[in-house]
């Protein structure tokens, strides 16, 4: 078996104490088990693939692309593993366990001011695609990110489920797992509801964001989701320390804040069938405040 053969598959796991409503069942698809550790490995692997593909590129080629985290050790692991050179580019705040794993990887990682957001590490990135001879595989434009989702996540969701899922919530980051995972569930049902979190103002949550319009990502089409609730930074911090006390999954804070936004959804059903992304390990974050 190869590596990449890992990424997917990930287990479905019934919460037992954190639901406040016994007429809704709610269950997380822990993607840490990826082997990069995180969701973010379906669609670093499968832009990376589709991009050999199509030629577009091939080995010993240099990529660079802009990451808050996840995304980044995803393409590290991939990249390396396919005999392609990932430079990445990211917020100066990041922890430094994400650094060191992108590293440990095989890339080289370009730090920028934090004041100055993703937003900022983006531009760089494609300054460098532009001038420098870099690749750019562009997550936030590139329809294979919400491809693979469309292809591997939503189908794993309605096997699992067994065709019972009722409401999908997620993170919205890139926003391509939404995207792909409410395209495929929206085929097979189209009354399954589609969720989506973003932090309230002033909040900072990693892997949710708050784009401002010129940096809305070009995958994401808002008729694919029928809500978004907005999570505090706080609210998020409190469910993932409960997630991992009471339910012992050791998350990231964007996956407490998908499941704060759940367990506010579930207060106001009769039944339900709710399906969150626990979109990483905790463990990368340990240096920082979410669990002090």
């Known amino acids: 078996m190869k590596l990449v053969e890992l990424i997917g598959n990930t287990p479905l796991i019934e919460l037992s104490h954190v639901p406040i409503n016994p007429k809704v069942k709610v269950?997380?698809?822990?993607?840490?088990?990826?082997?990069?550790?995180?969701?973010?490995?379906?669609?670093?692997?499968?832009?990376?693939?589709?991009?050999?593909?199509?030629?577009?590129?091939?080995?010993?080629?240099r990529l660079v692309e802009a990451t808050s985290g996840n995304t980044g050790i995803a393409l590290a692991m991939v990249a390396n593993v396919l005999g392609l050179h990932m430079t990445l580019i990211m917020p100066d705040n990041s922890t430094r366990e994400r650094i060191l794993s992108m590293e440990a990887y095989g890339a080289k990682v370009i730090r920028t001011p934090a004041a100055k957001t993703i937003e900022y590490s983006r531009e760089l990135a494609e300054e460098m695609a532009e001038k420098e001879g870099y690749f750019m595989l562009n997550q936030f434009a590139n329809p294979d990110n919400y491809l693979a989702h469309y292809e591997s996540t939503g189908p794993e969701i309605w096997r699992d489920t067994e065709g019972k899922v009722t409401h999908f919530v997620s993170a919205m980051g890139t926003t391509g797992t939404i995207m792909g995972v409410s395209m495929f569930l929206k085929e097979m049902n189209p009354n399954v509801q589609i969720v989506g979190t973003q932090p309230?103002?002033?909040s900072n949550i990693p892997g949710i964001r708050r784009w401002s319009p010129e940096f809305l990502p070009k995958i994401f089409d808002a008729s694919r989701v029928d809500q978004v609730i907005d999570v505090s930074q706080h609210e998020a911090t409190l469910m993932t320390r409960r997630?991992?006390?009471?339910?012992?999954?050791?998350?990231?804070?964007?996956?407490?804040?998908?499941?704060?936004?759940?367990?506010?959804l579930s207060q106001n059903l009769d039944e339900g069938f709710i399906v969150c992304i626990t979109c990483d390990r905790g463990d990368r974050y340990l240096s920082s405040d979410l669990f002090g």
């Open 200 to 202: 309230t103002d002033g």
């Open 243 to 264: 997630m991992a006390k009471e339910e012992g999954i050791l998350a990231g804070m964007s996956s407490g804040g998908a499941l704060h936004a759940a367990m506010q």
């Open 27 to 61: 269950f997380c698809k822990l993607e840490g088990q990826n082997p990069g550790g995180s969701v973010k490995d379906r669609a670093a692997y499968h832009m990376i693939k589709s991009a050999l593909q199509r030629g577009d590129i091939q080995s010993g080629d």
